[in-house]
């Protein structure tokens, strides 16, 4: 067996993630191709070229250009294996990135540089900070006209309440962008515009103050000069500690169109973002090193393969060492697994896999057994912690077009509800299934993918519906009796969501509050945790 300690010690697993058009998904396939795992770089741009982005599968990403839904990316750099996922940028996903966020040790935040500090950038990094993940910054789109570096950097610190440490600087912008230089190396990398340019061939120049510097690049030279002194004597120095527990981002800057900046973004994961660290379960904090396998199930894909119908569970390993048709028990439920068909990823493109460590992401196809949040184990009673659903903020009823399709709409909705694309909702009196979401795009997806991936279309309408809570009581309350006795007298604001927790549903918040007022014994919620219903008051 090869030496646990010494294999989660070469991990290195990290999200990706920005506003909306930042470059995320660009910077993800530069990323990939400076590692070698790919040869030839798809443009999210192009849609009706036969390439898009590697990370972009879905049918509605192509045609839209925009990343929808997470994906999950292995590589191999200088002998690190490096877990990368993708995330989706637009805010109405943000309840995907969300959980993705719980499975990363790292992120990487994309600015563009034109338009600073965007809202979801805001949001992203609220869910980063709660969890004290270390963050490191690449400014993007350093070819175009753009804000003050200077302006950028106080920007972050401000906004986002984090010291930052530059570890390049541009010279120049936009048409007179000349290249970065590496304050740590001290040399500058110059700028040649390219997409399919390898930085193999990028011409370096040594030493911060280089005699050619002046004469070729002139007024930038000098602006950056400048510059380069101020952030020397005024920004902090790195600190490691500061950094892993999220008060510190390294910066970077670079045009990820260009293949421009993103090596020394892949060095410096690889040199500052930390191994796999202990996680949290209910029952005790679990170590990397530990020799038993354990993983958490942060995400579920359907139809990755459209042609077989499947369903990935994707599983972010937590402990020990996974072996290919080893016996692991589903904790929830107390079934076993003995999975032999598990893979890794490069994003569609799955592999074969034989062993896995911790911080790896492995794919284990299955059909309805795994739930989002579950635990995996040799055995032992663990659950992992930390996995949200929030309370949807916009209600549409959904019926099929043609009857005859009922029950492709039903297993289809079953199991994007189960993926978490969407919240689907059967309620207590009725048979109009409901769907929840954050904004209103989910709603588009899920009617999309309906019609290409079930073969039903489906008629999507207004809802009555503006709030919902998740409702629970506890046992010296009275416990499930009065649970059931709220459900049947509220039966016609009630209905059950994918793992069967019972949820209030109401048109206004003066009902919500009478409700509340009228069932002192009943507890309201805005979260709940995983399936194993771990709820959030309102408050919380």
Request: aromatic share 8%; net charge negative; glycine share 6%.
């Amino acid at each position: 067996m090869s030496d646990i300690a010494t294999e989660v010690r070469r991990r290195r697993t990290f999200a990706i993630i920005s506003h909306p058009d930042a470059g995320k998904t660009t910077l993800t396939e530069k990323l990939l191709l400076f590692s070698g795992a790919i040869q030839i770089a798809g443009s999210v741009k192009a849609r009706k070229a036969a390439r898009h982005a590697t990370s972009d599968w879905m049918e509605i990403e192509k045609q839209r250009g925009i990343s929808v839904a997470s994906s999950v990316m292995q590589m191999e750099y200088r002998d690190c294996v490096i877990n990368l996922l993708d995330t989706p940028g637009h805010q109405d996903f943000s309840e995907d990135t969300y959980r993705v966020l719980t499975a990363v040790d790292a992120a990487l935040m994309v600015i563009d540089a034109a338009n600073g500090v965007e809202p979801q950038t805001r949001r992203l990094l609220q869910v980063c900070r709660a969890r004290n993940t270390p963050i490191l910054t690449f400014v993007n789109k350093m070819d175009r006209e753009v804000q003050e570096p200077l302006a950028l950097m106080d920007e972050i610190e401000r906004e986002l309440g984090m010291a930052v440490v530059p570890f390049t600087w541009p010279v120049g912008m936009g048409k007179r962008f000349h290249g970065v230089m590496d304050l740590r190396e001290q040399r500058m990398r110059v700028f040649s515009p390219g997409a399919d340019r390898h930085h193999d061939a990028d011409e370096m120049l040594q030493g911060l103050d280089h005699p050619a510097y002046a004469e070729r690049f002139g007024a930038e030279w000098q602006h950056a000069k400048h510059d380069i002194e101020l952030v020397q004597h005024a920004a902090p120095a790195f600190d490691e500690a500061q950094f892993l527990d999220g008060h510190q981002t390294p910066m970077f800057f670079g045009s990820a169109i260009n293949n421009f900046g993103v090596k020394e973004v892949l060095d410096a994961l690889v040199d500052l973002a930390p191994p796999p660290s202990p996680r949290r379960a209910m029952q005790r904090e679990v170590q990397p090193e530990e020799p038993k396998f354990s993983g958490v199930v942060f995400k579920i894909q359907a139809n990755m393969d459209p042609a077989h119908r499947d369903r990935i569970a994707f599983v972010r390993v937590a402990s020990g060492h996974f072996e290919r048709g080893m016996r692991l028990k589903v904790v929830r439920s107390g079934k076993e697994l003995r999975p032999n068909t598990v893979v890794s990823f490069l994003s569609q493109r799955r592999e074969l896999l034989d062993e896995a460590f911790a911080g790896d992401i492995i794919g284990i196809p299955n059909h309805g057994v795994l739930q989002l949040g579950d635990t995996l184990t040799e055995g032992e009673a663990l659950q992992y912690t930390g996995l949200p659903f929030f309370a949807p903020e916009m209600f549409r009823s959904v019926e099929v077009a043609d009857p005859l399709r009922t029950k492709q709409l039903k297993a289809g909705l079953t199991q994007l509800g189960e993926e978490g694309a969407i919240q689907v909702f059967r309620p207590v009196a009725g048979s109009v299934l409901l769907l929840g979401a954050v904004g209103q795009l989910q709603f588009e997806v899920v009617a999309h993918r309906l019609e290409h991936e079930y073969g039903c279309k489906a008629r999507v309408t207004g809802s009555r519906f503006q709030i919902a809570r998740w409702v629970t009581c506890d046992p010296a309350d009275g416990g499930e009796k009065e649970l059931q006795r709220f459900i049947d007298t509220n039966a016609h604001r009630v209905a059950y969501d994918a793992v069967d927790a019972p949820t209030l549903l109401v048109e206004y918040a003066p009902e919500l509050r009478a409700i509340e007022a009228n069932w002192p014994k009943i507890k309201f919620h805005t979260m709940r945790e995983h399936a194993g219903l771990v709820f959030h008051k309102a408050s919380d």
